[in-house]
């Protein structure tokens, strides 16, 4: 990454670019409401002691001075951290998530904390209760969620780069609607130690950055067994960047039909040609149909929300954040949670609470692990006929503020392509592939088995020379 190296050799600092972040940040955060919060002090200490590695001689590491971006479900010690929602509003996290710590050690410059769908639970950052984020690219459409904040501040130029979590598609659908590269990564990947729990077998950090290889850097770093997160692979962080520009020749891609159809023409047409481009750069592409892919979003909206009913049991008033005073404990519990969670939590709560409930257990939560079992299975038959997969990320470019926030269903819609990644567990990623018919940027999404990160970005690069990006 530039940036890095530039600080590293001397040819710029690390407060430099720190105040070049801070004066994008200004220009636009009114405008935009990207930033929950700007984290001046802290950004100015990390750079600083970049700085300071410099003049010392030290290595000051793969993101030395890079400012970054972090959404608003990752724990920072002292820093507000809200995950969107007013039950959480002047909470000051006690410890660092590790991928906090792992981008700290690397150099990066955190500049602060990024709005996001309350508790991550939406597609559009509309849910958040702190107002929606605006699309740099277009002001009257929304980023894409839930991780909105962490696509719009890299897109707007704030940061180069940013983190975000996607449970169903909340990193590679922000990424497609902002013009980004935005990765899902394998499960067990990136530690989840410090990420505030949506749905916890779902749930992955990932990065959001320009291009493949500079979200190939971020991923690199962030990667690798972490003790701290007993669901973290025992494994240290693969090697990504050198397989950049390791190109497709001799892969077979398998263009899934369930990953795009539905979609708008707009969207089917870039899927279309990038098939092309891969096969031009000597891929195989082979045509394929996985059935499953339609159980994913049932299923999904089963087990998110049952998991999320007991993640968010923990809101009590008592220990963390709002509290709503009443005669008694229960009382008190119930004003805090009726006036701290938006109406999409409350939903997901209720949802998840009555899929788990005795009598409907089998019928709800055991059915929808069941549909779990075959997508998996799914996706294992569908990687003997291909190494990795083609589709759309969204079904739309990104669509107009309010088009869908009155109606759940069309907006749980928006993840019909990203979701049977997360039930499956393997990687993916969202590269953007020439614009639809108003100018707006289309994501294409490569999916793989879990560790296949290397060749997706290898994929992602061969789609970003064709589209005649750097
Ligand atoms: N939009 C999906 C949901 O609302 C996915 C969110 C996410 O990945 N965090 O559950």
Request: glycine share 10%.
């Amino acid at each position: 990454m530039q940036i890095a190296s530039d600080v590293r050799s001397g040819a710029t600092t690390a407060e430099a670019e720190m105040a070049s972040s801070l004066e994008a940040i200004r220009a636009r955060n009114d405008e935009l409401n990207v930033f929950l919060f700007v984290d001046e002090g802290g950004a100015i200490n990390a750079a600083r002691r970049v700085d300071e590695r410099v003049a010392r001689g030290e290595n000051a590491g793969q993101l030395a001075g890079v400012p970054i971006a972090l959404k608003d479900n990752l724990c920072q010690v002292g820093v507000p951290t809200t995950a969107g929602s007013r039950i959480l509003e002047g909470w000051l996290p006690p410890y660092n998530a590790t991928v906090i710590e792992r981008v700290l050690a690397a150099g990066a410059v955190p500049m602060g904390k990024v709005n996001m769908d309350e508790f991550a639970m939406g597609s559009s950052t509309e849910s958040s209760a702190y107002g929606p984020t605006r699309n740099p690219l277009d002001p009257s459409r929304v980023p894409g969620g839930s991780s909105g904040g962490s696509a719009s501040a890299v897109a707007a130029d704030m940061t180069p780069m940013s983190l975000g979590s996607d449970t169903g598609g909340s990193i590679r659908q922000p990424a497609a609607f902002c013009g980004l590269v935005g990765v899902k990564p394998t499960y067990g990947l990136v530690s989840r130690y410090g990420l505030i729990a949506f749905a916890s077998s779902l749930d992955q950090i990932g990065p959001f950055a320009k291009n493949a290889t500079d979200a190939a850097l971020l991923l690199e770093v962030i990667a690798g067994h972490d003790p701290m997160d007993s669901t973290s692979l025992p494994e240290p962080a693969p090697s990504l960047v050198s397989h950049v520009n390791d190109g497709v020749a001799g892969q077979r891609i398998g263009v899934v039909r369930e990953l795009y159809e539905g979609a708008d023409d707009e969207v089917v047409a870039e899927v279309e040609r990038a098939a092309a481009a891969l096969r031009d750069a000597g891929a195989t592409i082979v045509e394929i149909s996985v059935p499953e892919f339609r159980l994913g979003l049932s299923a999904y909206y089963l087990i998110a929300p049952a998991e999320a009913s007991s993640n968010l049991a923990r809101y009590d008033g008592v220990r963390y954040g709002l509290r709503v005073d009443a005669e008694d404990v229960a009382a008190m519990n119930e004003a805090t949670r009726t006036a701290g969670f938006g109406a999409e939590v409350k939903r997901r709560i209720m949802l998840g609470t009555y899929a788990l409930s005795a009598g409907y257990y089998d019928a709800y939560y055991g059915q929808a692990l069941k549909v779990r079992t075959q997508m998996i299975d799914a996706f294992r038959r569908a990687y003997q006929e291909a190494d990795l997969l083609l589709g759309a990320t969204a079904p739309s470019v990104a669509f107009t503020l309010g088009a869908k926030s009155s109606d759940p269903l069309a907006m749980y819609l928006s993840d019909v392509f990203t979701i049977p990644t997360n039930l499956a567990g393997d990687a993916a990623l969202s590269v953007p592939f020439g614009t639809g018919d108003t100018g707006l940027p289309v994501g294409v999404q490569l999916v793989g088995p879990g560790r296949s990160e290397a060749q997706l970005f290898a994929a992602a690069r061969v789609l970003e020379l064709a589209d005649g990006r750097s």
